[in-house]
T-cell receptor, first 112, second 113 residues
Framework: GNSVTQMEGPVTLSEEAFLTINCTYTATGYPSLFWYVQYPGEGLQLLLKATKADDKGSNKGFEATYRKETTSFHLEKGSVQVSDSAVYFCALIGGATNKLIFGTGTLLAVQP | DVKVTQSSRYLVKRTGEKVFLECVQDMDHENMFWYRQDPGLGLRLIYFSYDVKMKEKGDIPEGYSVSREKKERFSLILESASTNQTSMYLC????????????FGSGTQLSVL
């Protein structure tokens, strides 16, 4: 069945460092891919998405490119801020299921 | 802005109690969902509903039931709470046909003692 695998956290970075959070997926067909973010004390919210191969999703300085050949959708940001501290979830929909399937989440802690 | 409101932020219950978790959304969304969030396991879908009085099982429905009597309200019921149901419970809603864009509440941390 469909699944999403994320790198384990926590990821601890200093402000202005470069961020990569790895995400790979297993799916039949051609799923759509997403990153959700959960700030402390809040619900998850959609950060960005990509619906087909080679698409790049972007929002708030974050980017992720849908790589079909490596079945990956890694999240990147060139310069993180303390306010980016949150839990990031990779997710997919499509193929054998019409429900979002989430990864386990990666905690990012950015220190000043 | 869409608002999904969960009635309690923290809840402590005893084993065997009947527990109700309430969720209300204010954007006239057709779809509503209940997830539980556990460390190392991510989010797992318990139940969902595409319409009033309609419900479907998700991936882990055992020990839970739901009620959707009104479009804006979706309740999760633990008939007889057990310690392995201690978890963060998240409610979400979405527009019809837009299962991928979910709007989440801030969650209810349930502890069953």
């Amino acid at each position: 069945g469909n699944s999403v695998t994320q790198m384990e956290g926590p990821v601890t970075l200093s402000e202005e460092a470069f961020l990569t959070i790895n995400c790979t997926y297993t799916a039949t067909g051609y799923p759509s891919l997403f990153w959700y973010v959960q700030y402390p004390g809040e619900g998850l919210q959609l950060l960005l998405k990509a619906t087909k191969a080679d698409d790049k999703g972007s929002n708030k300085g974050f980017e992720a490119t849908y790589r079909k050949e490596t079945t990956s959708f890694h999240l990147e940001k060139g310069s993180v801020q303390v306010s980016d501290s949150a839990v990031y979830f990779c997710a997919l929909i499509g193929g054998a299921t019409n429900k979002l399937i989430f990864g386990t989440g990666t905690l990012l802690a950015v220190q000043p | 802005d869409v608002k999904v409101t969960q009635s309690s932020r923290y809840l402590v219950k005893r084993t065997g109690e009947k527990v109700f978790l309430e969720c209300v959304q204010d954007m006239d969304h057709e779809n509503m969902f209940w997830y539980r969030q556990d460390p190392g396991l991510g989010l797992r879908l318990i139940y969902f509903s595409y319409d009033v009085k309609m419900k479907e099982k998700g991936d882990i429905p055992e020990g839970y039931s739901v009620s959707r009597e009104k479009k804006e309200r979706f309740s999760l019921i633990l008939e007889s709470a057990s310690t392995n149901q201690t978890s963060m419970y998240l409610c979400a809603s979405s527009d019809r046909g837009k299962d991928e864009k979910l709007f989440f509440g801030s969650g209810t941390q349930l502890s069953v003692l």
